[in-house]
């Protein structure tokens, strides 16, 4: 049963089983990920391993087109020369002569930057340089200094320009609130992670149902500008989950604020008290909070919860045992479940 659901997860490229299996082809002796462009196998020319470890020592090689020993959608050189030549001139208007002077073909430069950030690659820039005029107004710079640093000539062209990415006009925008976005690869997929200076507002995975509402109703109850670029919090969840994945963390200490009413608060605060390598259930939870019939509102609190891993909702599990509904998916729901237990029996056995 469990070959037949990672053949088909196979066969449809589904991205929320990245992590979960590998699969080696006894026919070409490679072995590849879940999301993997090739030709497809049949069912019977495939052995299923739970990392790419256990492929190599059956003597697998791995594919060179979804190259399963790096991240999955790992950064390529392209995005990280002109990401990194972003942040060395951020003010920077880019055109079709900057892209040959780095040796870059500009269209692959857009496609490329659509398919990792949603965005063309002159449209993330754009977006960095209007963080830079957001952050010079809120600072108590004058307009027209953040217009020339966004590289507008007309302050008509810097108005509109800076409204659709801000959600208000510069002469506004000065009480407006900055968050920054940024893509973090790790083992069951890349996650996006949204914060401020100070604390971490919103961590997904980037194919979660929903996430572009999400992400929405996130910049509409914050009344902020969402925009590509780092900042402490940030770092140091990439930093953590790092850690998570390969074993050796099992509590995040990266701030976290959490938007909710008082109910969905007190729920994920009772989620962050269970244990890693343990579960519970929707209706013990809304028995610890005092409202033993609650439990069907404890089950939308805790879909609603906008931290993935580090405020735990994947432990939550039905009263019989059963797994059940998770954003990120149920094959990642389980391997992170059993990656806990196994962090858990390990540090035990010390």
């Known amino acids: 049963m469990r070959e037949q659901e990672f053949y088909q997860a196979l066969v449809e490229k589904k991205s929320e089983y990245e992590g979960v299996f590998f699969v080696g082809v006894k026919s070409t002796g490679i072995f590849c990920r879940p999301t993997c462009p090739a030709r497809k196998p049949k069912f019977e020319n495939c052995e299923w391993y739970t990392n790419a470890k256990e492929a190599l020592l059956a003597s697998y090689r791995p594919c060179k087109r979804c190259r399963p020993l790096s991240h999955p ?182 701030p976290v604020h959490m938007i909710g009413s008082d109910f969905q608060k007190n729920v994920w605060k009772e989620l962050l008290k269970i244990s890693p390598g343990s579960t519970a259930s929707y209706s013990s939870i809304a028995a610890a909070l005092g409202r033993p019939s609650s439990y069907r509102a404890v089950a939308r609190a805790n879909g609603t919860n906008q931290l993935a891993v580090i405020i735990p909702c994947h432990r939550v599990i039905n009263a019989n045992g059963d797994l059940c509904g998770y954003a990120g998916g149920l094959a990642r729901k389980e391997w992170l479940i059993n990656h806990e237990k196994q962090m858990k029996e390990v540090s035990q056995s010390r």
């Open 73 to 254: 959608n790992q950064v390529s050189d392209v995005v990280q020369k002109l990401v990194q030549a972003v942040e060395e001139n951020p003010e920077k208007r880019w055109r079709d002569a900057d892209f040959k002077e780095l040796s870059v073909d500009a269209s692959t430069a857009r496609r490329q930057f659509k398919k990792r950030f949603g965005m063309t690659f002159v449209e993330y820039a754009r977006a960095r340089r209007m963080g830079l005029a957001m952050k010079q107004i809120r600072s108590g710079g004058a307009v027209i200094d953040a217009q020339l640093t966004a590289g507008y000539e007309s302050g008509s062209g810097f108005r509109d320009a800076f409204s659709r990415f801000m959600g208000a006009p510069p002469s506004r925008s000065g009480s407006s609130k900055l968050l920054k976005a940024s893509w973090i690869d790790t083992e069951l997929g890349p996650m996006i992670a949204i914060a401020d200076d100070k604390a971490l507002y919103l961590l997904e995975f980037i194919d979660r149902r929903g996430l572009e509402r999400e992400v929405e109703r996130l910049r509409q109850k914050t009344k902020a500008a969402i925009v590509p670029g780092d900042t402490s919090p940030i770092t140091s969840i990439r930093h953590e989950l790092d850690l998570y994945f390969s074993g050796r963390l099992d509590r995040f200490e990266t």
